[in-house]
Each structure stands twice: as C-alpha cells, then as structure tokens.
C-alpha cells in the first residue's frame, strides 16, 4: 500500500454551548482564581473534548496535586511540583487549562474520557489557546505536514513499522512524545503503537508537534541559543555523533539527544564498503542526514584529510540558530537575522548561492560520470543506480556483486550530498570532499570526464532534484524497510 504526502488540517467544531459553560467568571477560561488575561478556550479545543467532559467544571490546579492524584504540596518529585516551577504557574495557565475541566474526572477517576489525556493532549490546539502567533507560524512548517505512508502502514503493521524499524518515531509527532515522554518504542503493544497512529492520522496530523519539543510540566535545564528555558525536552548543541553515527540502530538514533537531530539524522548511514555492498537497494540516509552534513560525517570520505565542519556546527543553537531567529517556528531561514552578526544578509545570500551552484555543478557532472560508465558497462545510463531507482524507471536492475565498489562508493556520496537538502549551505567544505572521493572512485574505473554543456543550473539542480525525489519514493514502499 503506498499513501502520498498530504497537508490536512483539524477542522474544529465549535461548541458554543459549552463554551459558555467552561468560561470562568473572568470570561478567560479555566479555573476560577486564575490570574487575568488568559483569552478564553479555543473552539479548537473545545472541540477535543469528550461528551462526558463538556459539561464538567473547573475545580482549580490545587485539586488535582491530591497525594492519590498527581502530587501533594510536599512532595517534590512530582508533576504538580514541577509545575509550580514554570513560567506556566507563574501565567496562571493551570492543569485544566490543557486537560479540560476537571470535576467529572475527580469524581471519577478510572473512567476513561472523562480528562483530557494523551495522545489528544498532544495536539497544538491546546499550546494556541495562548501562544497564537506561534502556532500559526507552526501552521505554515513542514512540521505541520503529515508524511501518510509510514504512519498508514504502522496500523496496518505495527511490528514492522513501528517497533523493528520504528519510522512513526520521526513521522508522528504524538509517538515522538511518547518517546520523549519516556516510552519505548520497541517495548510497545500492538494496540499503542495503533492508538498513536490512528490519532496522528486523525486529530492531531502532525510530524512534530509543540510537546514533541517542549514539556509543559517542567523547566529541563535546556536551553535556546541565547540561553532561556523554554522548556525544552532536548538540547539544542550536542557535538557527540556517537548515538548517531555510522551504523547506529534505530533504538539508537530515534532517541538522540538533541532537539531537531532527534529526527534529522542519518539513520546511521554507513559508508563502509561491507555495508555498501550489502545494502544495494535504496540509499541509506533518508532526506532527513542534515545533523550528519553539519557535523560532517557519513560520507565515504578516503584516506586523506578531510575538513569535516565548519564555524556552523560549534554556534550555539547549531540548527536552531539560522533555523529559529526569534523563536521563528516557520523554521525557515532568513538572512537577515539567521546570519547575524557573522553576515550581513547580502554577503549570507551570495555565499549560499555561489556554494550551491557550485556544488550543483560539480554533482551533476559526477552524475554524468557515472551515467557514462553504466553506459560503456551495460548499455544503460541508469544502470549505475541503487536497484529501487532502476526499477522506478522500467529498467531491470544488474546484479549488483557485479558493480564495482567505486560505483557504491560514489552514489553513496552522490545521494548522501543531495538528500541533504541544502546543497552545501550546512558544510560546503565536507559536500565539496565528498564530491572529490567519489570522482576519485570514477578515475579508478577510467570513468570520462563530463563533457561541458550549456544546460543551466536551474536544470540541473532538476535533475538532481528528479534523483532525490525517486530515493525519496524508495523509502515509502511496503516491501523496502
């Protein structure tokens, strides 16, 4: 079964009946006794509540830290505790201000549906309520996105898909907080890990969501680049590629330490020959090894020296700090602020579009190169491919003992470069030397050199975009994880 991808939307139903009953005297929702401003609960979220909550009411934060329930004044270790600690307490954004009001749930406690409870409360209706402008800037992310085909096809096969190869764990950002929250993923159960998917897939359609990243109960000790607590599950530096470096397994590199590389990774791509050997049907990096690119790892990269980073991968923020200028969560870059104060947004635009240009170039000729051989080879430009790529393109893959190692070696570069995504702006210097190995490998097999031709950039960079797109579809099919 293949799905493609799909933007979709929640599209709340508003309740206006219960939105009546759950304002608080203030008119800002909540608890009663909150501190003013708060604006009044969402239709949105209003929306995720059950029938048997709509006509709850609110019963205050202090009802719920209960030495039965979640806490108790004098113990330290536990939610409402750690609550207290927050710039939420301090805003008077209580429990039921996320969970919906609580008095049903009291009175009630094991009876399901009567709380607002995860996965639900993992959707960013409930963070809009009061962070708005962010949440509109979430909106218009690719983390916004819902990728189907891994997500569709863990409820259809929960072990394959979710706890041996574990792809919801980048594609859904409810099983992302899941495991943020503590889970394993592969210690789940059948019926979780479809919970989770079956939520993703509908009210919350998200590749991350706000508690992906942030923990609305406790203050971490992670901070942003500029060094204030937002509450962040994961770092935002970490120069330890161990958990995600060649090889890695999935248990590995779903659960690395560090806010955005958590899932941009290579998915421990391995350049060694005996893996490239044995691993002939789909490039092994996925488009998501920008942590590898900026750090400057995962390549085949030879005998000689190599520079492997620049003044990019040590900034504080590393991918936050071009990524979010002021706490942008577009997550898009701007020249302007992104470079600053290293730039000036002209001198950042012009090296960006010169490195990439440069590299398009310089990839497309390697392409070229191999085209070229697989010609002489087999009388077939496509036949120096991964064997998911030939087929896409009606062809019959050769046996691939028989493709030289150069060949592994240089395609490996050749998609470990494009499925970067950046075209050098992450780590020109190590894209430039991976690019150099693999025309390398190509002058072993007397590989010509491409000739010149007046095709432009622009056409180029479609090409090699053609290329990322069918490695892309690679990942997406049943039969190839």
Excluded at 54 to 72: L, Q, W
Excluded at 248 to 262: G, K, L, N, Y
Excluded at 291 to 308: A, D, I
Aim: some cysteine; aromatic content about 8%; charged content about 20%.
């Amino acid at each position: 079964m293949k799905y493609k991808w799909f933007l979709t939307a929640f599209a709340a139903i508003p309740f206006a009946a219960a939105l009546l009953a759950l304002q608080s005297c203030g008119g800002e929702g909540g608890p009663t006794g909150n501190p003013g401003g708060l604006p009044a609960p969402t239709a949105a979220f209003l929306a995720l509540l059950s029938p048997e909550q709509r006509d709850a009411t609110y019963i205050g934060s202090e009802s719920c830290a209960t030495a039965v329930c979640h806490g108790g004044a004098t113990d330290g270790d536990t939610i409402y505790e750690h609550w207290r600690d927050t710039v939420h307490f301090d805003k008077g954004v209580g429990c039921e201000r996320c969970h919906g009001p609580g008095s049903e749930h009291a009175a009630d406690p094991e009876t399901v549906g009567k709380i607002l409870t995860f996965p639900l409360t993992a959707s960013p209706v409930i963070c809009g309520q009061c962070h708005g402008p962010t949440h509109d800037q979430f909106s218009m992310s690719q983390h916004s996105n819902l990728v189907v085909s891994p997500v569709a096809n863990a409820i259809l096969n929960p072990g394959q898909y979710g706890r041996t190869s574990r792809c919801i764990a980048c594609h859904s950002g409810v099983v992302r907080t899941a495991i943020n929250n503590g889970a394993d993923l592969g210690a789940m159960t059948d019926a979780e890990i479809q919970e989770y998917c079956r939520a993703t897939m509908g009210p919350i359609p998200h590749v991350a969501d706000c508690v992906s990243c942030h923990d609305p109960h406790s203050k971490t000790g992670n901070l942003t680049d500029d060094g204030k607590e937002v509450q962040l599950r994961r770092k935002t530096f970490n120069t330890d590629i161990t958990p995600v470096g060649p090889g890695s397994t999935a248990a590995s590199f779903t659960t690395f330490d560090h806010s955005c590389a958590q899932c941009h990774n290579g998915r421990g791509t391995d350049p060694a020959d005996a893996k490239l050997n044995s691993s002939t049907t789909r490039p092994s990096m996925h488009d998501s090894n920008q942590y590898n690119m900026l750090m400057g790892f995962g390549g085949v990269e030879g005998s000689g020296p190599v520079q492997r980073n620049t003044t990019h991968a040590t900034i504080p923020g590393q991918c936050s700090k071009c990524h979010m200028p002021d706490s942008r969560h577009t997550f898009t870059v701007s020249y302007d602020k992104s470079c600053s104060p290293c730039h000036t947004a002209q001198d950042a635009a012009v090296r960006v579009q010169n490195e990439k240009d440069t590299i398009i170039n310089q990839l497309y000729a390697l392409k070229l190169r191999m085209e070229a051989w697989a010609f002489d080879t087999y009388g077939n430009d496509l036949y120096w491919d991964y064997t998911s790529n030939i087929t896409a393109e009606g062809g019959t893959p050769p046996t691939q003992s028989g493709v030289p190692i150069q060949i592994k070696r240089s395609r490996h570069n050749y998609y470990f470069v494009i499925r970067s995504g950046d075209y050098g702006a992450h780590n020109a210097p190590y894209a430039k030397h991976l690019i150099m190995i693999g025309n390398q490998n190509m002058d072993e097999l007397s590989a010509p050199l491409a000739r010149p031709t007046n095709i432009s950039v622009a056409a180029k960079f479609q090409a090699l975009e053609r290329d990322k797109k069918k490695a892309s579809a690679a990942d997406m099919t049943e039969d190839d994880h």
